[in-house]
DNA sequence: GAAGCCGGTTATAACGATTCAGCAACCGAC
DNA sequence: GTCGGTTGCTGAATCGTTATAACCGGCTTC
């Protein structure tokens, strides 16, 4: 493969002057430009990145890890950091944690020594522990979408509590009083969050919350709750249910359909995150969305201020605001 | 950041011997090494890859560009890849290319000049226009899952046609004369050998096959397909039918089903590809199954093995054979 | 006692680019 | 015709690592 050296000899110049074309075209007449653009085309020479990085100090790329990447949430959020990254001459290398502290702690090793310019990370353990280390050593780390809590740190997130909030305020406007929270783990602190928020909403209109704690959030949860609900006298069950996510609210639907519940006429659902499926569901399901892409695209904006301010950076917490897509499973006015 | 020369200082010893206690330990006496190990540590020393990419001429990483990474089938295509690219000291750097040419475009350039071993790709444009430019200069590349005419490259892919002949076979075993095939655009490959398989079958039983093409594979096609076969008389309508993938085949369950329709009952139903939700759904789905991690595994074998032998390599196309799930969709034997 | 060998170590030369001081050629101005 | 000032290019040093040849006591071996 063709190197600096065998364009120079071609042109007739030295390598000092094809670096020179490369970089600052401004800086060289233009006929010689024209023989070293010649000589490059004709060898398609490509410059080593390797080489590159190694006299600059610095790659040209940033890491990305993210929990699951089948999920849209995520995919559309690399999308936005990309687009950042772009306008920065950098490239995004993606990996995929699936969850598993072993697999991010392998990729941040291998981020670390590839010396990327910073890392955009949706940590695996909420306390950051595998972060934490990078940062000690001098990477640029943004916290994606979880432990905000980490104070002395940039992070983007979006704000589950008032996504909460939205959800129970619309089912509440709606006449709803018996309404239902499922989700869980309850430790996770997105799903927490969002109980507080229709919590504090459906309190406030004296309406009765009654929270169903799940192990996962999946379809097979949501519809071993909705059978149990459809179990229930009429007038022992709520009339609404708010999901922690959109794959308990689908199998809720599955499975309260199934049971000869009507959708929204016996129990109006919300669902979270506002998955492609959402949309496409037998009863196309209200849901809470969240802005992924922009999600992205600060956080990447974010790492860069931060790459580029160096020491003086100080750092920031992005809370996002979500908002409520409305279908047709919550129905029409109520009561 | 520490450099090898600081370890090589702290422990007193050259650089050299540092080099020698992290690629080849055995030729180091065991007191100096633990004195330079114990260096290592106290230095949070990280080898710098650039410059050992510079000096060995190669890096230490494949490219893995997916059309789609939030499909479930190119995520677990991607971690038999990481497997196996992992027994190699390899990195896996992931793109989605989203099914854009130029994204695709851009992610090869990248790769290139980055100087990666190899590349594993899903062509978007099944010629491989973009593709071939790489490999005349010279870059290994694994064609996955598309673009198996290319005679003169290594591939791996699934027998479209014997799924559509797998699934085809269970209807007719089941009774069914009358089957639909619903799936398009029919200009796509996978498309037309799924059909082809199927329509191969149904033949060879005396049934009759009706070919239903839809603009894309998504649950709302198969949403107004359904909807308009509920409009038929029923001894106008198949009794089965036969999805191209499985959201096709959601979206017929949910328009069957809300159109009065049991499924399978009055109509069975086989999907493809067996996502996560096809078990999840309503009448969890027959469907066909790919076997997607070792089809990863597989096409970094042939990679490392092209990357390996260097020019007396022989190339090679992989096909492997789908396996039917069988599930509530397509019921007990029938006729 | 000289020659050869051997494990362990060091010094040195790459790898392919960028950067920068320095130099030649040319410019208009006096 | 000489002088400062550009302009455009070259040559050398440099980045952090690995590979390789050379070295060096200490030990056999004849």
């Known amino acids: 493969m063709a190197r600096i050296e065998d364009v120079a000899a071609r042109a007739g110049v030295s390598a000092g002057t094809v670096s020179n074309v490369l970089n600052r075209p401004q800086a060289v007449s233009p006929k010689t430009l ?7 085309a004709e060898l398609g020479y490509l410059p080593n990145e390797s080489a590159r990085a190694l006299v600059a100090g610095r790659t040209r790329t940033v890491g990305l890890i993210v929990p699951d990447v089948t999920n849209p949430f995520f995919a559309d959020l690399a999308n936005g950091a990309e687009e950042v990254a772009d306008t920065h001459d950098v490239i995004v290398m993606l990996y995929n ?21 910073g890392v955009l990370v949706t940590p695996v353990d909420l306390g950051g522990g595998n972060v934490l280390a990078l940062i000690e050593r001098g990477t640029p780390v943004v916290l994606l979408d979880r432990g905000t809590g980490l104070r002395d740190l940039c992070s983007v997130a979006v704000d589950d ?7 129970a305020t619309h089912l509440v406007e709606h006449g ?25 909403m459906v309190d406030a209109a004296g309406g009765i919350l009654e929270v169903i704690e799940v192990p996962g959030l999946t379809v097979g949860a949501g519809r071993s709750v909705a059978a149990a609900l459809a179990e229930r006298p009429p007038g022992e069950r709520p009339t609404a249910v708010l999901c922690a996510n959109d794959l308990i609210a689908l199998g809720v639907l599955q499975a309260a359909t199934r049971a000869g519940l009507r959708v929204p006429g016996d129990l109006a659902i919300v669902g979270y995150d ?43 917490q992005v809370v996002f605001q979500p908002e409520l897509v409305v279908r047709a499973s919550t129905g029409v006015q109520r009561g």
């Not at 509590?161 to 959800?167: E, V």
């Not at 809470?288 to 790459?307: C, K, M, S």
């Open 97 to 117: 944690s699936a969850e598993s502290t072993d697999r991010e702690l392998r990729y941040l090793g291998q981020l670390e020594t590839q010396r990327v310019q």
């Open 161 to 167: 509590r008032a996504g909460g909030r939205l959800a």
């Open 274 to 316: 506002d998955i492609e499926f959402a949309a496409a569901a037998a009863v196309p399901l209200t849901s809470v969305r969240q802005p992924r892409h922009q999600l992205g695209r600060v956080a990447a904006d974010l790492l860069f201020e931060e790459i580029n301010d160096g020491k003086r950076h100080s750092h920031r």
């Open 176 to 200: 709803h009083r018996r309404v239902a929270f499922i989700g869980g783990p309850l430790a996770v602190p997105q799903v927490r969050e969002r109980l507080d928020g229709a919590r504090e």
């Open 34 to 40: 024209e023989r070293v653009r010649a000589a490059i």
